[in-house]
């Protein structure tokens, strides 16, 4: 019975999370596509060279999350053979039309489906990596059944890059201490299940449910199939997608943080404080 009630509960959870990112896609470019956001700009931009370093020239690529399709259009235009999934129907709606405005749906396949759900899947031959950015792994309940599915769809020695937003963020932290909330800036954003506002149509703030993850928590879902790589916070001190507004402001600033970012990233204690963790997980 235990059993029983946990896959409604995840069953339940997938469709709130696809009815939400379903409400927000009409206005998700418009916030945080390369165009219009310069934090994401620079952090599409670190992503890609990650994924060029580490997916072999056209490639077989699983892309977890694909979104609006932004980094599906890039995997593609490198001469890679993608498969984008996504738990939403109306942002992988978004991710073909690009595609197709683009001129490359004969390198890419779309299926809507949660991560969770992998190993439904069928492909004609394992797949030679496996990308999920900006937090698509944060909204998966059953991290676990990912990790099976993963090292079932992954050729061995195959990467798996991801970014997950991160349980401590140093920014956040040092706004909090400004007001004198000392416990908040150590606890930081937690490990449990919460409900984080993204912006919709019209102003509309919708609530997504989430999860912060750490470099440790992840090595632990994946092993023993997958060994952690590289970690990385991303960024460090640029400030977070939402608070792009102070970039444009101070682009100065930006070149100053960057070079500071790219020197300590990596680093420990470093690479735990960033707004999101970049990791590089590798199928053994």
């Not at 399709?69 to 992988?92: K, P, W, Y």
């Not at 444009?248 to 204690?269: M, Y």
Request: charged share 25%; proline share 8%.
């Amino acid at each position: 019975m235990g059993g029983v009630a946990r896959l409604e509960k995840t069953e339940a959870l997938y469709r709130i999370i696809a009815h939400g990112f379903d409400r927000i896609a009409p206005a998700y470019d418009e916030r945080y596509s390369a165009r219009t956001n310069p934090v994401m700009a620079w952090m599409r931009g670190e992503s890609w060279k990650i994924l060029r370093r580490l997916l072999p020239p056209g490639g077989w690529v699983l892309e977890i999350g694909c979104g609006t399709g932004e980094d599906t259009e890039a995997l593609a235009r490198a001469g890679h053979r993608v498969l984008a999934t996504d738990i939403s129907v109306d942002m992988l709606r978004r991710a073909r039309a690009r595609a197709m405005a683009a001129g490359l749906l004969d390198r890419i396949a779309f299926v809507a489906i949660p991560a969770g759900h992998l190993a439904a899947l069928q492909p004609p031959e394992p797949f030679d990596g496996a990308y999920a950015g900006f937090g698509a792994l944060n909204c998966e309940p059953a991290l676990e059944g990912l990790a099976e599915a993963l090292s079932a769809l992954l050729r061995p020695g195959a990467p798996f890059i991801l970014s997950v937003i991160h349980p401590w963020c140093l920014l956040e932290a040092l706004g909090h201490l400004r007001r004198g909330r000392f416990r908040a800036a150590l606890r930081g954003r937690g490990t449990r299940w919460t409900l984080a506002t993204l912006p919709g149509p019209n102003g509309e703030r919708i609530a997504i449910p989430m999860r912060p993850l750490s470099a440790s928590a992840l090595q632990g879902v994946f092993a023993p199939s997958f060994r952690l790589e590289q970690a990385m916070a991303f960024p460090l001190f640029l400030p977070p997608p939402s608070m792009a507004d102070l970039l444009r402001r101070h682009p100065a600033l930006f070149r100053i943080l960057e070079v500071l970012d790219r020197k300590l990233r990596a680093r420990w204690p470093w690479r735990d404080g960033g707004d999101h963790l970049l990791v590089v997980l590798r199928r053994r």
